[in-house]
């Protein structure tokens, strides 16, 4: 298998209310973004997260991290595009993906534990 890069995308854990979502937490999401960071890297992947803030410097956090290297595929995770205020951040980050890496594949999760199986279906 040829060397994959692979940009994990999502809202900083400890930035989330939980409020709405009991038996979550912030240590939870960040337990699950490391396990899908170890399992694909044990898979021969080069994972890398990319944690933002809510809006304020999400952009230009995710710029950054599209400079860094040339991603395969890029995941962008659910808090970001499922939760309706999240909206316009979610709009941002595909415009910017659209621009600085126009040919990686897109994934996306349906939560922090199905990361791995997202990013597989496209590499």
């Known amino acids: 298998m ?5 940009l994990l995308i999502g809202i900083d854990p400890d930035l989330i209310d939980f409020s709405a979502s009991p038996g ?6 960040k337990a699950a973004g490391n396990a ?4 694909l890297t044990a898979a021969g992947y080069e994972a890398h997260n990319c944690l933002t803030d809510l809006g304020e410097t999400a ?6 991290a599209l400079l860094q ?8 995770g659910a808090g970001i595009r499922a939760l309706p ?3 316009i951040l979610f709009e941002k980050i595909i415009n ?9 594949k897109l994934c996306f999760n349906s939560n922090p534990n199905d990361t791995v ?7």
């Open 2 to 6: 040829a060397h994959k890069n692979v």
């Open 24 to 29: 979550r937490n912030a240590d939870q999401i």
């Open 36 to 39: 899908a960071v170890q399992e």
């Open 59 to 64: 952009e230009a956090t995710v710029s950054k």
């Open 69 to 76: 290297t040339d991603f395969d595929v890029i995941l962008i």
């Open 85 to 87: 205020q999240n909206t």
């Open 96 to 104: 910017k993906i659209h621009q600085l890496a126009p040919g990686a």
């Open 117 to 123: 199986e997202a990013v597989k279906r496209w590499i």
